[in-house]
């Protein structure tokens, strides 16, 4: 599963960092994190870790709100983190490491254990050991420091029922102009990948176990939009094809002919 993940993401970074710069809801998730800390921090951070930093959004970020912040970037995809160091190249002073491991791996890391704030945007629901997650931030903080982090509502117990966006509706739709019989199945499976759910039972548990405390947990109804759903489903044609057909949300050879042919043209 993880080096399949990694694979997937190596080959979908830069589209992927396209996305995050037209489309301005990933950082805004990311300013929300922001404010939670602020809120319940005493003073800025000196020392952060951006755990499944990406391309860098993030830390961008966290660098314009917090200037002299020192910070450690963690990313398992090497093409992700070449693109966060051409995004962050005016900021050498204030990097401490681009660590290409995965989230589950930071307690291993050779780094300090004096870090008052772990930032995680956008990727702790796609986690399948997030007690090592739990783990390892834990072993990183200095005490009283924050971990911030959010879920995708599928994920979640509280709102993994919800349906927010129909795009099922529409990429049917499309895949029906090649063959009218097309289908998709599974809308649960279709839209969590990870197919994990996290409680807020579990948060608490998990937070407790390693010597951590859940300060705040919130719920948010935000307006995605079906455009960046479309947009993120179809950044790279030619794996939307080969999800339809792994998942078997699709069992049709011609379409996936027509789908390869669309990707290795477009």
């Known amino acids: 599963y993880r080096s399949r993940l990694v694979n997937i993401w190596n ?46 959004l993030s830390s961008r970020k966290l660098l314009n709100k917090y200037p002299s912040v020192k910070l450690l970037l963690v990313e398992p995809s090497s093409s992700f983190l070449q693109i966060a160091k051409s995004e962050l190249s005016e900021n050498n002073s204030n990097i401490i490491d681009f660590a290409c491991i995965e989230a589950e791996a930071l307690q291993n890391y050779k780094t300090d254990s004096d870090y008052d704030f772990v930032l995680s945007n956008c990727m702790m629901h796609i986690t399948k050991e997030d007690d090592k997650i739990f783990q390892g931030v834990a072993t990183r903080l200095k005490p009283g420091g924050l971990f911030c982090f959010n879920l995708w509502w599928h994920s979640f117990d509280e709102t993994r029922d919800q349906v927010v966006v129909k795009e099922n509706n529409h ?25 994990i759910i996290k409680s807020l039972s579990g948060l608490v548990e998990a937070s407790r176990q390693h010597k951590m405390k859940l300060v705040e947990h919130v719920v948010d109804d935000d307006d995605v939009g079906l455009n960046f759903f479309l947009q993120f489903r179809f950044m790279t044609p030619e794996w939307k094809a080969s999800f339809l057909f792994d998942e078997g949300l699709v069992d049709d050879r011609l379409l996936e002919e027509k789908l390869y042919e669309i990707g290795s043209t477009k």
């Open 171 to 195: 990429i049917l739709e499309a895949l029906k102009q090649f063959d009218p019989k097309a289908s998709l199945k599974d809308e649960e499976n279709y839209f969590s990948a990870s197919r």
């Open 11 to 56: 080959k979908r970074a830069v589209p992927y960092h396209k996305l995050t710069q037209d489309n301005p809801f990933l950082a805004h998730l990311c300013d929300k994190l922001l404010v939670l800390h602020e809120k319940h921090s005493t003073s800025p951070p000196v020392k952060a870790i951006d755990l499944g930093a990406g391309g860098g």
